[in-house]
């Protein structure tokens, strides 16, 4: 099927209405002086992540036989808009959705039963996921940590950065070095996926060590000094992990790309309630056109990305490749959500600043998927080069 077939399957307008109005309410309880607060002392926001896993939200794409809802991914999609509509953050607790996908598609049965029915409850949290390292950038295949096999453990010694929720997290999936670059044939050879249980690791050759960010994003740098692991923790065959994880991160972009959709949600609702009541010079100001079609077109932007997002996320549940489609979604996505933040910070005028008007810690917030978990230079890269068959740049 192509993917223009597809877009046929998409159901337009509100779809999944019954999770949207769940996920609404769960957040009617974390209202803006709950994540002001929050982002005041950079505290995790523990109440809300517990409060959406035991509504069952984020366990929401595990298997039923696994204790989750078996729910598609285009339904996770619209748990995490939701909850970014609702003027709510999800980056505390999104991980939880896509990490363990590497685990459910290339992780034996052992495993599965061992890990994702506490996934699925909240007992276990899987929302690590240690890639990036601080030399090796989005150049990922060079990255450095190493994992060496010694009878039935894997000794680890390397350094990752901006592993997101690592000290709320029992679990972190780690993509390490198992045969050195120079032994194999392609580069994306030789890494693999191991699970690194930060329960029993952290004080005995693990250390995780805060970054403080302009966001509360609970991000930090993990630390290890000859790590050991056991072997029944490694994630399929052994080399192999780099192929593991690309499926996962088009789950993670087609996730992410929803949350800026809810953010371009927020933020135009925002600027358009004020746009229509603040007067200067005795008329609202939206009755300007400086004010009123940058919104106006960021409307549209926002519902264009959304097509994407949907076709992403129905190529992914159809089993079919989704890459440059996830990848399209969500550079389209955060650039929208970006553009709206922008002007929404221009509409509020000087109030956009004022705190308690949240403007300015949403278009923070909204900033980063312009960066992470992909910056929009590497998806245009991707598509000029692997999409359009472009000279390489890498
Ligand atoms: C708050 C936060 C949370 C994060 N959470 C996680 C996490 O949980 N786990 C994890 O593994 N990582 C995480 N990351 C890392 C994130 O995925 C990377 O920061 C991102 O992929 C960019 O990589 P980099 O910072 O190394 O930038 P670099 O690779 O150093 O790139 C810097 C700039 O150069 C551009 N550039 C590089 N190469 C090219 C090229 N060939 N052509 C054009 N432009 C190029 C990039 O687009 C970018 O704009 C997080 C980052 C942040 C900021």
Request: proline share 4%.
């Amino acid at each position: 099927m192509s993917s223009d077939s597809n877009m046929t399957m998409l159901e337009l307008g509100r779809d999944h209405g019954d999770i949207r109005d769940g996920v609404r309410k769960v957040c009617e309880d974390y209202p803006a002086e709950y994540w002001r607060g929050q982002d005041e002392i950079s505290e995790y926001p523990h109440a809300f992540v517990d409060a959406m896993t035991e509504a069952g939200y984020l366990g929401a794409l595990i298997p039923e036989e696994y204790g989750g809802a078996g729910l598609p991914i285009r339904a996770g999609s619209v748990i995490l808009e939701e909850i970014h509509a609702a003027g709510c953050s999800a980056a505390a607790c999104h991980a939880q959705m896509y990490i363990m996908g590497t685990l459910l598609r290339h992780g034996n049965e052992e495993q599965k039963r061992k890990y994702l029915p506490g996934i699925a409850s909240g007992d276990l949290r899987l929302q690590a996921f240690g890639v990036s390292e601080p030399t090796s950038g989005t150049d990922t295949t060079s990255l450095k940590t190493r994992a060496v096999r010694q009878g039935d453990h894997y000794v680890i010694n390397g350094q990752k950065i901006w592993t997101s929720r690592a000290k709320q997290s029992d679990l972190m999936l780690l993509l390490a070095r198992t045969t050195p670059a120079d032994e194999v044939a392609k580069r994306t050879d030789g890494l693999s996926t191991i699970i690194v249980d930060l329960r029993e690791a952290k004080g005995n050759g693990l250390e995780i060590q805060s970054i403080p960010t302009m966001i509360n994003h609970n991000t930090n740098s993990v630390f290890m000094d000859d790590l050991k692991v056991p072997v029944e923790n490694l994630i399929g065959e052994e080399g192999k992990g780099f192929r593991y994880i690309l499926d996962g991160m088009n789950a993670e972009r087609v996730l992410v790309a929803s949350e800026s959709i809810g953010d371009g949600r927020w933020f135009t609702e925002k600027a358009v309630a004020y746009a229509s009541d603040r007067e200067v010079f005795g008329a609202p100001i939206g009755a300007n056109q400086g004010i009123q079609f940058p919104i106006a077109r960021n409307y549209a932007s926002i519902k264009a990305a959304e097509l994407m997002v949907r076709q992403a996320a129905a190529l992914f549940d159809a089993g079919q490749p989704c890459g440059a489609e996830a990848n399209m979604a969500k550079m389209l996505a955060s650039e929208a959500a970006w553009a709206a933040a922008d002007d929404c910070m221009q509409t509020f005028g000087g109030f956009a600043f004022a705190k308690e008007y949240d403007i300015e810690r949403k278009w923070r917030e909204a900033r980063l998927y312009r960066t992470a978990p992909i910056s929009t230079n590497l998806i245009l890269a991707f598509l000029g080069q692997h999409v359009l068959g472009m000279p390489r740049s890498y």
